[in-house]
């Protein structure tokens, strides 16, 4: 399993868009909570978003709440994540995540993980 597959990312300015999408295989897709991380030089990874594959129940980091949009499409076996009015803070390397369960704050810890994609930089200058 794994076979996550992130792409989308580049160099924008701040208040720009960009969308992110991430490829899932087949097997991996069952699990049923795909979320979007990210991780800046120095710093911890940190959950950004996040969302059930079945249901459709989204999970949102206050700091992207009202800037960022996560998607999923059954169909496709991807799931995107939208980012709108980004800022320079939120220049990091973002990743896409599977695992088995979702559900509340314990849908944006990294930890809980279980495959990662290699990951997409993205880099908003001032």
């Known amino acids: 399993q794994g076979g996550l597959v992130e792409s989308g990312g580049g160099s924008v300015q701040a208040g720009g868009s960009l969308k992110l999408s991430c490829a899932v295989s087949?097997?991996?897709?069952?699990?049923?909570?795909l979320g979007w991380f990210r991780q800046a030089p120095g710093k911890e990874r940190e959950g950004v978003a996040a969302v059930h594959t079945e249901f459709g129940q989204k999970y949102y980091a206050n700091s992207v709440k009202g800037r960022f949009t996560i998607s999923r499409d059954n169909a496709k076996n991807t799931v995107s994540l939208q980012m709108n009015s980004l800022k320079p803070e939120d220049t990091a390397m973002y990743y896409c995540?599977?695992?088995?369960?979702?559900?509340?704050?314990?849908?944006?810890?990294?930890?809980?993980?279980?495959?990662w994609g290699q990951g997409t930089q993205v880099t908003v200058s001032s």
């Open positions: 995540a599977a695992r088995d369960l979702c559900g509340g704050s314990e849908s944006l810890k990294a930890g809980r993980y279980n495959y």
């Open positions: 087949p097997d991996t897709y069952r699990s049923t909570c």
